[in-house]
């Protein structure tokens, strides 16, 4: 059990993500956090003494989250049984519809030009995780296949999007059928792809971007899907 500290402290993280993902980060002052907590303001200012402290807080929980999965399945043979823990654990690090909610925010952190420091570090952070994701499924493929890893990543992106598109943040796939289109995805010829390099980071770089690749089945394109997940807004 944790102490009674960490949880207000953790209870202020969660509920001040909640509060800037419907407020907006500059919008929103500490005391909204703190009457949302159902803490005094004196509650909130101990933990963290300004709003960026909070802020830095958030960022660095969820890039946490985000890696933590990631060195036990480093170390795992190349074999079916591995990448289906991989699917496993992208499921546990992106899939709870609460961190998508915290990604939703993040992004935002990321595309706001009055936070520009902040936000090109957290770009820069987490672009770095996803070309970790990446290069931890490359491992876990036979050389001859490696490169399926950018399908089978841009494939579970796509799950990605569409639970940031959906009111409640969940996946459009079961982790059991996403594991299925893994493992075919891996052993499909790769005359079978289209256009299927993209990834969240290009994202990140490029906000202009029209984006096409790769889908999960439910969509026919990612354009209409950023723009109601992310609020991208792109050139005609």
Known sequence: MMPKSEVSKEQILRTAVRCFVRRGYMETRLQNIANEAGLSKGGVYFHFPTKEDLLLAILERYFLHVEAPLSPIEILPKNPDSLRLF???????????????????????????????????????????????????ILLLPEEKSSRARVILAFLHGLLFQALAHEHGEFPLSMAEAEMWVLQLADFPEDHFPIHDLRVVDILENESLVVQGFLAPGHSSYTALLRKALSVRFKP
């Open 87 to 137: 699917v496993r654990a992208f499921f546990g690090a992106f899939s709870p519809p609460e961190e998508n909610a915290t990604l939703r925010f993040v992004l935002e952190i990321v595309r706001s030009e009055r936070l520009s420091e902040h936000g090109n570090a957290a770009k820069k952070r987490f672009s770095d995780l996803l070309q970790r994701w990446e290069r931890c499924c």
